[in-house]
T-cell receptor, first 113, second 113 residues
Framework: EAGVTQFPSHSVIEKGQTVTLRCDPISGHDNLYWYRRVMGKEIKFLLHFVKESKQDESGMPNNRFLAERTGGTYSTLKVQPAELEDSGVYFC???????????FGAGTRLSVL | DQQVKQNSPSLSVQEGRISILNCDYTNSMFDYFLWYKKYPAEGPTFLISISSIKDKNEDGRFTVFLNKSAKHLSLHIVPSQPGDSAVYFCAAIHAGNNRKLIWGLGTSLGVNP
């Protein structure tokens, strides 16, 4: 069974540009989470989908970040316009309903120059 | 304000000996705790978990102990192997918070042959 897939694995953009990260979940996992790790800091929650609905987006830094989950399948996280402080590794994780265990993708390393 | 703390950034042990990784938390509403292992350029991989109603959970070489009164948990690896060298993250879930993970900063474990 395929795991959580994220792409691109690495993105280098200039300040002010737009970047879209994608996450393909494990088939059948209704819960999808986005997290971010900024260098030197702990991994932090961004938001949570249950199927296509946003359950909790309390961790989203500001309105430059937009997440969607099309038809309850894959999810995208768009940053527009990107700022220097957006640099970090963005992880996607999924879990089946009722489980506390989340399964992570390899992450997308975003570098904003 | 960090709710999950891993106060040892790194730990070095000899192959075959015991590795003990520690984690403290401040929020008494956490009801589920997880340990993840992370290799460079990969996402966190689930290792072992424990519910707040238990004080011990064991899976092969890995045992997690929970002391609720002290708000402390530890991961024991016996015997340690060179392949265990990785960053270990402690994470917690608050029952009412959509199962989002609250993370520690991680402890880098090096197992020397």
């Amino acid at each position: 069974e395929a795991g959580v897939t994220q792409f691109p694995s690495h993105s280098v953009i200039e300040k002010g540009q737009t970047v879209t990260l994608r996450c393909d979940p494990i088939s059948g996992h209704d819960n999808l989470y986005w997290y971010r790790r900024v260098m030197g800091k702990e991994i932090k929650f961004l938001l949570h989908f249950v199927k296509e609905s946003k359950q909790d987006e309390s961790g989203m830094p500001n309105n430059r970040f937009l997440a969607e989950r099309t038809g309850g399948t894959y999810s995208t996280l768009k940053v527009q316009p990107a700022e220097l402080e957006d640099s970090g590794v963005y992880f996607c994780a999924t879990s089946p309903g009722g489980s506390g265990i989340q399964y992570f993708g390899a992450g997308t390393r975003l570098s904003v120059l | 304000d960090q709710q999950v703390k891993q106060n040892s950034p790194s730990l070095s042990v000899q192959e075959g000996r015991i590795s003990i990784l520690n984690c403290d938390y401040t929020n008494s509403m956490f009801d589920y705790f997880l340990w993840y292992k992370k290799y460079p350029a990969e996402g966190p991989t689930f290792l072992i978990s424990i519910s707040s109603i238990k004080d011990k959970n064991e899976d092969g070489r890995f045992t997690v102990f929970l002391n609720k009164s002290a708000k402390h948990l530890s991961l024991h690896i016996v015997p340690s192997q060179p392949g265990d060298s990785a960053v270990y993250f402690c994470a917690a879930i608050h029952a009412g918070n959509n199962r989002k993970l609250i993370w520690g900063l991680g402890t880098s474990l090096g197992v020397n042959p």
